[in-house]
């Protein structure tokens, strides 16, 4: 018979291995943009422009994000644009790309639905962050499910990620 003893043993060894090479994680968060004039981007394709045999191109114009980064002063950060993964009337992500190019310090780039891509590294020095998107949707019609007449939409928003 086994003492209780050892029977904790193993448990506690794979606790204490797992702590040891467990990576420092960073922290993630969602960034407040409540004070940014538009975070809603809409388009009802009125100013659509054909391309590249099927694919339609949405340019949306400029967009300004305020960006709350007052929590995390003085501290190393990544941010990521985050796509949201459901736009109402879109079939697939594959029906869909965002593009857009930064005004300031962000990075310009692109994603489909459901994306995270890092836009800006370094230390956080403000507590906020202004920036300016040039937005552009590229979209295939075959892809698309909506209603005559209605817009396509969506809200983008921000993510920081602080690291140790």
């Given amino acids: 018979m086994t003492s209780p003893r050892l029977r904790r ?22 960034l407040d943009d409540s004070a940014s004039p538009r975070a809603q981007v809409r388009s009802d394709f009125s100013n659509a422009q054909r391309m590249d045999g099927n694919m ?14 007052a929590p995390h002063v003085g501290r190393r950060a990544r941010i990521f644009y985050v796509i949201p993964s459901m736009v109402a009337g879109l079939r697939s992500p594959a029906g869909m790309q965002v593009q857009w190019r930064g005004n300031g310090a962000f990075a310009s780039g692109s994603g489909r639905p459901g994306d995270r ?35 396509l939409s969506f809200e983008s928003f921000f993510e920081i990620e602080t690291l140790p």
Avoid at 59 to 65: A, F, S, T
């Fill in 56 to 69: 339609v191109v949405l340019p949306l114009g400029r967009i300004e994000y305020r960006l709350a980064t």
């Fill in 117 to 151: 891509v890092q836009v800006w590294n370094g230390v956080v020095q403000a507590p906020w962050m202004n920036e300016t998107f040039e937005l552009t949707l590229r979209v295939d019609p075959r892809e698309l499910r909506m209603p005559s007449g209605s817009a």
């Fill in 9 to 30: 043993w193993p448990a506690a060894a794979l606790l204490l291995c797992g702590a040891a090479l467990a990576p420092a994680w960073a922290a993630v968060a969602r």
